[in-house]
Structure formats: C-alpha cells, structure tokens
C-alpha cells in the first residue's frame, strides 16, 4: 500500500513549488491566457486548502466534500447522513450559499482555524437555523464557512456541502470548484434524472485525472426504475473507464420532496458505512489520502509544464511588443539624426532668421528659433514613432490589454517634455559658450551669446550653416571653434538619446507594468524538478 510522504525535505520543496505557482502572471491577452490562469488558481487552491495542510498534519479528520449540480439533493443527503438539518435544502436554486462544515465535536479545532481554505472566514453560531442570513452577520463581501458540529458523526470525519457547481451564480461555481479541490474525498452527486449530463461527468473526468479519491451517489431514483437506472449508469461509468469507483442509489422518497426533510437512516445507511469504514479503518484510511494527495502530486508533472509553457509564451509575447517600440523609435532616432546631418532644423523661421542675421535678428532670437524647430523636429520623431507601435501593436493579440491600448494620459506632455530637454541643452550650450570667452581678451571677446547662437547653427544647420562656422572661428579662434564644436556636438547627441530615450520609456512603460519575465519559466521548471527529486 502506497503510505504519505511526510518529511520535512518534501514539504520544503512544495512551498517552494506553491510559491512559483503563485508568482506565475498571465496578463497579455493570448488564446491560452484565461486557461492558465484558471490552472493557476485551481493548482494554488488545491495545495493551500488540501495538499500542504494533509501533509503537514496527515492526523487531521478525513474531508469529504458533497458536490454535484443544482437540484442533486447534496444538502438533503449531507442532513441525513448527519441525522439532523445542518444545512439549508429547498426547490429554490441555487439553495446552498454559504458552504456548511459538519463534523465531530471533539474535531471542531481542526476545522475553525485556517489550516484548510484559508481565504473562507469561519462562522462559528451553535445556535444558528439553517436558512438564517449569515451575509448580515458578517458581511457581504466576505466568502463565510460555516462550522457546525454533531455528534452522530464518527470522529475523524467532517462532511462538508459545497455549493452548486453550475450555480447561476458564478462566485458560487468558482467555490463549489474550490471547495472540492480541498477534500480527502469527493463525494460526486447527481440524479436519475440528469446522471448524463455534461456537470456530473465533467467532474468524475476531473476526479479521474486527478486521482483522487472519489465516490458517486446517484439520487433520488424512483423505485420502478432502479434497477435499469443503476446498470445504465453503471455502464457509462465503465465505459469512461470509472466502473471500479464505488457507487451508492438513494431511491426517490417522500421525505426527498422540495428537499425538506431527512431522509431515513437505511436509505444512506450504506454510503454512511463507507465513510465511516473511510475514517476509522487506518488501511483504508491510509489509502483515501495517500490516493488523493499523490493524485495531486502526480499531476503537477503535467500541470507545472503546461503552466511554465503558458509563462513562455506571455515572455514571448512582451518581447515582440517591446521589439516594435525598439524598432519604431530607432529609427526614428536614426531618422533625426540623418535630418540634422542634412540641416532640417535650419528651416522655416529658423532659415529666415539666419538669413536676417545680424542686421535684422539678434542672437538671441536666431537661438530661440533654432531651439524651437530642434523641438518640432523631436516631436513629430516621436508622433512617428508612437504610430508606428500602434500599427504593430493592432497586428499582435497580445496588445488588446487594457493597459497597452489605452492612450498614455502623458502623450500630451510628450511636446512639454521634449520642450525642457531642448531648453536644458540651449542653457548648458550657452555655458559652454560662456566658458570658451571667459579666458579672452575682454577688449575682442565676443558676446556669449553671439557664440552659442553661432555653434547651435552650425550644429544645426549642415551645409547650410557653413558661414556659420567661418564666423564662429574669426570670433573665437579656429582652435576654440573647433574645440566648443566638438563639445557642442556630443552634447546635442547627449540630448537627443535622452529626448527619445524618455519617449520610448513612456511607451513601454505599461508593457513593463505588467510584470512578464522570463525567469518564471525556468523556475516553475527548476520547482518541479525539485519535488520529483525529493519524491
């Protein structure tokens, strides 16, 4: 007989494994997304809620969850196998909202702590009737368990009713699903009527994949066709490769009507036997978990692949996204410096004030022009480049985040941004400028001013600036010319790549918001491969 691993090594490597699951992040919108994400969720419910507290505490009571679709009789049963109403049964669906945990008196402190669903609040109220509004007590928002106790249970056995698994009610369907992944033992229930249905069958393949231990109860069958029911059902169950899964027939009786009262003792007394024998014979008690918890961890070595693989491909995904802003706003960057190589910021009024200077213009307003066009020409580098990401980014899926399609409020400010970083180069050019006529015979050292507007043309310009240039070395020698042009030159690029540079990391900066790495793929990998070793 397989027996539960136990040891410390085991447990370390686990949370390690459940902390990698954790950080796994799936937020581009790629046609696996939503699955992995749900993986995830279901993967870090069953280790939270059963697989880490089992092995931690492999004494604690044996939890068998009632789970089915609506109107499966789940609450009834769980009444009558308790032997008393502890949970709310009735024609309204979905009847069962707040889940109801039920088990021995002297086993209450497993139960009312956190070491199983965590994420549910308990609701400890003795003298609570079933149907009260347990919400107003505590609060909408909050997901409540409540804890009841019995003494016809057997010790070392807790029953727990899940809500409606195809609940209209979707937080309901996402905690039926929870709730199941956190039991010893599945206690699948369906009906003569809808023992074919897709809900039922969906979970008894799940239940399979998942090895774990699992019954089915088929409910409320009218006595005329019992024996036909059960072999039909019998012969599907065999046909999915499920016909040694135990099986239990409650029969249709009056006291199944609008689920309202018990049902009696020999009607369940074969399925209360079974889980009994469950909880208290330590073999089979042995085998219910240690089937369930291997089942679990059996599982992760398809499970953590597909996960790690979904984590790849989102890696994939932000790189391609990030390559369009690469290549939109390098070549833009490259586009802007081959204009400047040509002298395309020496046009417009910034041409017409070079021509009028100096008799016409001053220095000061051929540098304010030049400033002014170096702007515009940043600017519509920039426009550019954002309309080419958004003509990549509308051919990539993975874009259609919210976060990457919705306009960056900032995009406004891109021409206020590109405004200072010019304004900020014209001051350090005109320390520069400063500096160069500092040491000069004050008597011929021209004006400051005269010479940064003079270098800026020449930076400018291109061909056009050649005057420029001749002007610039008569005033302050060839040597210092050249000297303030080089200067001048490495700080304009200087400039440039932080103009752009800031752009690019305002389009990107959604993108990298959203956390996609590559390391969560080799470390989910490097998880698993841990656990298998210290199997």
Known sequence: ????????????????????????????????????????????????????????????????VVGGSTGAGKSTLVNSLVGRKVSEAG??????????????????????????????????????????????????????????????????????????????????????????????????????????????????????EHRATFITVLDRVPHQVVSEVSRQYGALLTKAGLGSVPRFTVPELPESACGGGLLPATAVALLRAWLTHQAQDPAAREAAVARTAHGVLDSLRSRLPELAGATAAQYAAALRLTAAVDAAYDGEYARVRSRLESGAVLAGDALKRW????????????????????????LCAVTAADERVDEA??????????????????LENAEHRIGMTVRRWRRVLEEYAEESVRDMDKSVAPEAEVVSALVATVLLGGRRAGAAGEELAERIGAQGALRLRDRGA??????????????????????????????????????LSVLQKER
């Open 393 to 410: 980014w509308r051919r990539e899926p993975a874009s259609a985040a919210t976060e990457l399609t919705h306009r960056d409020p900032t």
């Open 1 to 64: 007989m397989v027996t539960l691993d136990v040891r410390p090594q085991l447990l370390d490597a686990l949370s390690a494994l459940r902390e990698r699951v954790a950080a796994a992040r799936f937020p581009l919108p790629l046609v696996g997304a939503p699955r992995a994400r749900a993986n995830r969720d279901e993967l870090l419910a069953q280790l939270d809620d059963y697989l880490v507290p089992r092995l931690r505490e492999p004494e604690a009571p044996l939890l068998a």
């Open 355 to 378: 021509r009028s200077y100096p008799l016409d213009c001053t220095a000061g307003e051929l540098l304010g022009a030049l400033v002014e066009s170096l702007g515009s020409l940043l």
């Open 490 to 527: 490495r700080l304009l690029s200087e400039y440039l790549d932080r103009a752009l540079r800031t752009e690019r990391e305002r389009r990107i900066a959604p993108l990298d918001a959203l956390g996609v790495h590559a390391e969560p793929q080799a470390e989910l990998i490097a998880a």
């Open 91 to 208: 024609v309204l669906r979905p009847t069962t909202r707040t889940p109801v945990l039920v088990c021995h008196p002297e086993d209450h402190h497993w139960f009312s702590g956190m070491r199983v669903l965590p994420d549910l609040t308990r609701v400890w109220v003795p003298h609570q009737e079933p149907g009260d509004d347990l919400e107003g007590v505590v609060g909408r928002e909050e997901r409540l368990l409540r804890i009841e106790t019995a003494d016809t249970l057997p010790r070392g056995l807790a029953l727990l009713d899940a809500p409606d698994i195809d609940s209209l009610v979707a937080e309901n369907r996402i905690l039926a699903a929870e709730l199941i992944t956190a039991a010893d033992i599945w206690v699948l229930v369906t009906t003569a009527a809808r023992y074919a249905d897709a809900v039922p069958w969906h979970l008894l393949r799940t239940a399979k």
